[in-house]
């Protein structure tokens, strides 16, 4: 019987792996055009920021629900897969905007360079916050169960 577990170190890092390959073949991609990615617009870094926001708002209520009975299973199977989506995509954005600044760091051929590594530091970050938010509703999300009297220990599980 498969179990639905909790996003492992491995699969982050290779989803910011992942991002950032994406973002360096789509860098060499305008390279190869002679031309600049547009720039990162800051409804981008916004919307993250609110979403990793509201994720952290959500994930810090969560114990007192549980120990109050007030999160149904529906609720919580939804939770936790929220949260690995979260945190899925904030590492591969995370991967692909650190790419972005990199790149950009080093060169001011490009049209607003500033612009470019502040907005896309800005999008890092946010992507960062919206990983963490996830991370912290899956965590909570963790039950610790009493020790079973076959096995004699306890195991965390998913809600």
């Not at 390279?31 to 926001?53: C, E, H, I, K």
Request: contains cysteine.
């Amino acid at each position: 019987m498969n179990k639905l577990t909790l996003t492992t170190p491995t699969q982050s890092v290779v989803a910011v792996l992942a991002g950032a390959a994406i973002m360096f073949g789509a860098l060499e991609v305008y390279d190869s055009l002679a031309q600049f990615p547009p720039a990162v617009p800051w409804t981008l870094p916004a919307m993250l920021g609110l979403l990793g926001l509201s994720g952290l708002i959500y994930g810090l209520r969560i114990p007192k629900r549980l120990e109050e009975h007030k999160l149904s299973s529906q609720e919580a199977f939804v939770a936790l897969v929220a949260g690995k989506a979260m945190v899925i995509t904030g590492a591969v954005l995370a991967g692909c905007y650190a790419v972005y600044v990199m790149r950009y760091s080093g060169g001011w051929a490009a049209q607003t360079p500033f612009a470019r590594i502040v907005s896309g530091s800005v999008t890092l970050l946010t992507a960062l916050l919206v990983a963490g938010a996830g991370s912290l509703i899956e965590h909570n999300l963790v039950i610790k169960d009493p020790p079973d009297a076959e096995t004699g220990h306890g195991e965390g599980a998913a809600t």
